[in-house]
């Protein structure tokens, strides 16, 4: 079962390890990271270098699908060649997936149109510019269209798309092999939840970045 997870410079690291590290664990998976020029990418702070082994074209075709996001998102939602790849690679794949602003380069490659689709909070309303519709649900799943919002949430998704793969044993094995049992110190995991002035304070610096 070959899984392609496409990186590129400005990545959110987890986007593409936490999936990495449920899928990974599949029978029978080979997941290969793969970019337009493979090699090292770097994340959104610079500290760490995730590696491409495979270009685009070694992997056109894969099962599996999972996008990550990103900073970098921004600039490949007008690179042809990364999104000419997404859309070859969904024609044909079982499943195509996003974690945070991956969706916006599943929008920006046309695959989203019509869908209900999640992303980062602080990115839905350009989901909806692409033509899905956005929603704040935690995973999405539209046929064989699967959608995460922000970062930590590609972990929930990895799993419930190891369920659909493999079955829910599976699944739960490995859950528990890699002791993903999340008891967070604050309650303040999504905007409904966190206090306002926290909210604010990342939306300026999320306005700001962009």
């Known amino acids: 079962m070959e899984i392609a997870i496409p990186i590129f410079d400005v990545i959110t690291a987890l986007d ?11 029978p029978g998976a080979e997941v290969k ?10 994340t959104e702070n610079g500290m760490l270098a995730l590696t491409a082994d495979h270009s685009l074209d070694d992997v056109p075709h894969p099962e599996i699908l999972v996008v990550p996001g990103g900073f ?3 600039a490949l939602m007008h690179d042809e060649t990364m999104l ?12 195509t997936t996003s974690v945070c602003t991956g969706a916006l380069l599943l929008g920006a490659a046309g695959i989203l149109r019509g869908l209900r689709a999640t992303t980062h909070w602080l990115s839905l309303d350009t989901l909806r510019e692409l033509g899905a519709e956005p929603t704040p ?13 922000g970062v930590s949430s590609g972990i929930d998704m990895a799993l419930r798309l190891a369920e659909l793969v493999a079955g829910e044993d599976v699944a739960q094995a490995i859950q528990l092999s890699i002791e993903y049992d999340p008891e967070p110190p604050f309650d303040a995991g ?7 002035e926290i909210v604010e304070r990342l939306r300026a610096l999320g306005a700001e970045r962009v």
Do not use: C, M, N
């Open 190 to 196: 999504s905007p409904e939840k966190a206090p306002d």
């Open 72 to 74: 970098g998102t921004r």
């Open 84 to 95: 000419d790849w997404i859309r070859g690679a969904h024609e044909q794949s079982e499943w």
């Open 33 to 42: 990271f793969v970019a337009a020029e493979p090699g090292p990418k770097r």
């Open 137 to 149: 649900e935690r995973v999405v799943e539209q046929g064989k269209v699967i959608t995460a919002a």
């Open 16 to 26: 593409a390890v936490g999936p990495y590290e449920v899928l990974s664990r599949l």
